[in-house]
């Protein structure tokens, strides 16, 4: 099997398993108990949010864990705009997960106004079109660290300078779902509010993600109950989950070089498809440039994207229908949607998303494969 | 060890880390995904709903997934209550716990009105005074299934009968978080038309709860974005989680004796303790009484809680100290100020919380550890 939709999710890696393994059967005791073996339940937790914090840079700020990335969103989002004082214009980049975009009715229920602003030709947010918009009414921004289609990276950087320039009471929200670890990140420095990860993207398990925030940041939470995590998420804690995401992250972490790791092997498979396919379009930004991630690659094939999905699964190669979040439906998803793209290139779109699980050699077999179903299939189109 | 904290939270079982492991490291696949091992992931997630549903006598029913037992109760209270035409009443019983308390300010933040009903002096919830209060504005009742501090199984089917008799439009939700597989339920048949569930406290993992809901029953999601559940909870399925929750609620209903077996073990304990601590005070229901859960068992015992509860952790006896939950607090719990229980009563109170683990000769080794604790600090109290 050469599996490579790691944007949809990845598979735990041994040091995850490992990790959930002892909090599941050595240290399963309720971390809010008043007894030593409960107390230490509680010491590994705080030793796992340390580890995800240092692997974000964001050594100063401070980090709650949820039960998803689509949660931390949420939390952030709709959990800082219930503190606003009076309605205020919330900007949403366009092609935002629906995690993001999909908190339009919660804010507006609240009285605020939701706008999204589109990306260019490449997928990449148009800060033109952003700095246009912002003004003093502006209670936050949410933009996405990296697409989950086109693997565009954003400019978050340029997006926090405008923050602080135009609107400097503004909170502004990063989605680091598809970005963290896999895109170079030091949170402290960033001008970042906010920032969301989660566990399963970056090989561990599904069922928890965290919220980073600046040390300051006001929010309410999204469940009450118990008052865990400083009563922002109430519930006990998923501590199996905890164990197994920092693992992941100092896995990871571990792996300085796992950015040009990654970026040779998209680019290998690239290099490979671009030589063999005349028809091969790419969705999103130029992959040889500084604003493509280095493990997402969106190719329109001139072959229907679920036609060319389940032929390469046929060959053993499992790859993304656009994002995993929409294969159940049917209309143009959000990224296409925002860098107008045409439904021609939303229908032939492949994915092709890596993990640190990936090799060289793979991209290479996976490429013949491609080319194989390219070659049976855009033939068969044309008769 | 004899850990008899099993309210807080319980060991996983064998059958849950079974399930868990083959979720982590071969199904691990996002069930939103297209390619057979996705669609394999997501027919898992299928059977696990399905045995749920059975475990809880819900086959007419929906269930819904969430991150813990608190966010269904936050789904359950605040998602039904966004959907009320109009203002309404929401009564919630005195002695709930802090998820289900703590969703006052979201209902008042819509408008609502939230009441609350006391209980007797043995925790049961007063049905008189419940009574009284029932009109045709309540849009929603909460009343927990046991409670996790005393213990007392509240009177739900009397509950539902009142409801239908007072105010048919109203929905009725419950907290079996304490409850579920401990104390019998057949939910279709139940008039309840909301339930929570939550694995960690029957020997599944932490970090997965859900929601039966009666078919019809009209919710808003608390978390948006990609659809999952039915759109009720997006977020990737916490697999892992959910295949050990079924797992571990298909070991439990296996035995059809728990009810029993774990009254058996809680009497004995009892009997032995009243037999030799003259100052014994049950905080609850009489423990061989039915309103009584089978696995709890709450006593003041003329020693301070926590003094107590160390003493017994330096003879390897683990019990609780009120609920979990408020273990970390100085204000008096929800479920002793619901009775009217006094400062005394609560200031001394240990909770003995019985799990499918526990055999009947550790209830004489913890009788024997607790009188010996009890002599020494009674004795150093009365000096």
Known sequence: MIYLDNSATTKPCEAALLAMRGALETDWFNPSAAY??????????????????????????????????????SLAIVGSAER??????????????????NTREQLERLGHTVETFPA???????????????????????????????????????????????CPGALFHVDGVQGFLRVPLAFDQSGIDLYTCSGHKIHGPKGIGALIARKGVRLNPRIEGGGQEKGLRSGTENTAGIA????????????????????????????????????????????????????????????????????????????????????????????????????????????????MMNTIEEMDAAADAVIRCYKTYAAFQRR
């Open 120 to 166: 260019r030709r490449d997928g990449v947010a148009d800060l033109e079109k952003l700095a246009a918009a912002l003004d003093e009414n502006v209670g936050l921004v949410s933009c996405m660290q990296v697409n989950n289609e086109t693997g565009a990276v954003q400019p978050v950087g340029e997006i926090a300078r405008l923050i602080r320039e135009k």
């Open 84 to 101: 606003f004082h009076g309605a205020r214009r919330v900007l949403i980049f366009g092609g935002e997960h629906p995690a993001v975009l």
């Open 244 to 355: 197994g995401f920092a693992a992941a992250a100092q896995w990871l972490a571990a792996q300085p070089k796992r950015f040009e790791t990654l970026r040779a092997a998209k680019l290998r498979l690239y290099a490979r498809l671009r030589a063999e396919i005349p028809e091969l379009r790419v969705n999103g930004p130029d992959p040889e440039s500084g604003v493509a991630a280095p493990h997402i690659l969106n190719l329109s094939l001139g072959v229907r994207g679920e036609v060319m999905l389940h032929a390469l699964e046929a060959e053993g190669v499992y790859v993304g229908n656009g994002s995993a979040c929409s294969t159940h439906k049917r209309e143009m998803s959000a990224a296409f949607r925002a860098m107008n793209a045409g439904r021609q290139a939303a229908e032939t779109a492949v994915r092709f998303s890596l993990g």
């Open 36 to 73: 030593g073996p409960a107390v230490r339940a509680e010491k590994k937790m705080t030793q796992a949010r340390r580890a995800l914090l240092e692997a974000a840079g964001a050594q100063s700020a401070e980090l709650t864990f949820t039960g998803s990335g689509s949660e931390a969103d």
